[in-house]
């Protein structure tokens, strides 16, 4: 993967408890698949740009300067309606804001830009 490419990422829940997940590097035509238990009510859904985890402990990676990401044709099902959706900012420690998410536009887009420390 490298920067600027296109990701295409799909869930999808079965009914024996698991989700099936998909992510398809469109720019270079890889793809990959994955079953994971999940508990899922149907109820929710996110799309989400964070930190990861070091392995064995609860300390954070820092957070790579993304600049900007741009989520497109999002949809969730039964409704696809995303008009109840609520832009969550990730903060620092002091409170500053370091991912800042817009609203959605046109029920179907968003983008999360990286807020540099001030």
């Known amino acids: 993967m490298s920067a ?6 799909e869930v999808t829940p079965t009914s024996t408890g698991t989700g099936t997940m998909a992510v398809t590097n469109v720019t270079s035509g890889q793809r990959t ?3 994971e ?4 009510a ?6 989400v740009v964070e930190q990861s985890g ?7 990676k820092p957070l790579a300067d993304f600049g900007v990401v741009t989520f497109t044709d999002v949809s969730s099902i039964p409704s696809g309606d995303l008009s109840y959706a609520d832009a969550i900012e990730m903060l ?3 409170g ?4 800042i998410p817009s609203q959605i536009q046109g029920d ?3 983008r999360i830009t990286y807020e540099p420390r001030g």
Not at 37 to 40: K, L, N, R, V
Not at 96 to 99: K, V
């Open 96 to 99: 500053s804001a370091t991912a």
């Open 92 to 94: 620092r420690a002091n």
């Open 108 to 110: 179907t887009s968003f």
């Open 42 to 47: 149907g109820s929710s859904a996110e799309w």
């Open 33 to 35: 698949t994955a079953s």
């Open 4 to 9: 600027g490419d296109e990701i295409e990422a």
């Open 37 to 40: 238990p999940a508990a899922y």
């Open 54 to 60: 070091v392995a064995g402990s609860s300390a954070l």
